[in-house]
């Protein structure tokens, strides 16, 4: 009686099947395990220097690399466009700047926080510039403005309460304003003394500490003396 080969044959060819999986599976694996990996190519932006007058240096946060004269002003938290502006101060291109009337260089003058902010990023970018030892000058000059009326030694127009606002004492404007007007009251709004003065004239006025308000109408700035 013949045997029945038909068994041997499929079992032959399934392990052939299994063999070629196995294999195909370990060659993918191999491939996945030996498949370099790859990053980004990291760019960097460089300022050009001095960048085009007139416009703002382009910026490219956390890739941009800046020219150290630029980069004192970033470190200081100056902004682009303060950037831009300072630069155009130094390359002589700020049409606000007319050295020969410019009140940034009037001694007399006393520049804001916020323009003593702006002066010092001139002089960071460009510190040897002709007008670099006047400017200096007044932004040391203002400081100390700027600290007097701090402290209520120094104001301009306005109602000020004695002994919060504005220190006691003796004040004068050496060349009133026309049309200047200045009043002391006490606590029940009472007027103490006061007067109309016409321009060009020196106001002294002394406020004594059980005054309670002082009021400046247009006289100009009273310094304590």
């Known amino acids: 009686m013949a045997r029945n080969k ?22 993918e694996s191999a491939d996945s395990v030996d498949e370099p990996t790859t990053t980004s190519p990291t760019t960097t932006t460089t300022w050009p220097y001095p960048w085009p007058k007139g416009s703002p240096p382009p910026a490219a946060p956390g890739t941009t690399v800046a020219p150290a004269p630029a980069q004192k002003l970033i470190d200081a938290g100056y902004s682009d466009d303060e950037i831009a502006f300072a630069q155009a101060w130094c390359d002589g291109a700020d049409p606000y700047w007319d050295p020969a009337t410019d009140i940034y260089l009037d001694p007399t003058f006393a520049l804001s926080p916020d323009q003593i902010h702006e002066v010092k990023g001139w002089l ?9 030892k006047p400017l200096r000058a007044a ?67 002394t406020s004594l500490p059980s005054d309670y308000s002082f009021t400046n109408e247009g006289c100009g700035e009273f310094v304590k003396q």
């Open 6 to 27: 038909t068994p041997k044959i499929l079992i032959a060819g399934l392990i052939v099947v299994f063999a070629s999986i196995a294999a195909c599976s370990g060659t």
């Open 124 to 132: 960071l970018l460009c510190p040897d510039n002709q007008y670099a």
């Open 139 to 205: 932004i040391k000059r203002s400081q100390k403005v700027n600290q007097a009326t701090a402290r209520g030694e120094r104001f301009f127009a306005g109602t000020y309460v004695i002994g919060k606002d504005i220190k006691p004492g003796t004040h004068v404007v050496n060349q009133a304003s026309a049309g200047c007007y200045w009043e002391r009251t006490d606590a029940t709004g009472e007027i103490i003394d006061n007067n109309f003065v016409s321009g060009s004239t020196r106001v002294q006025v």
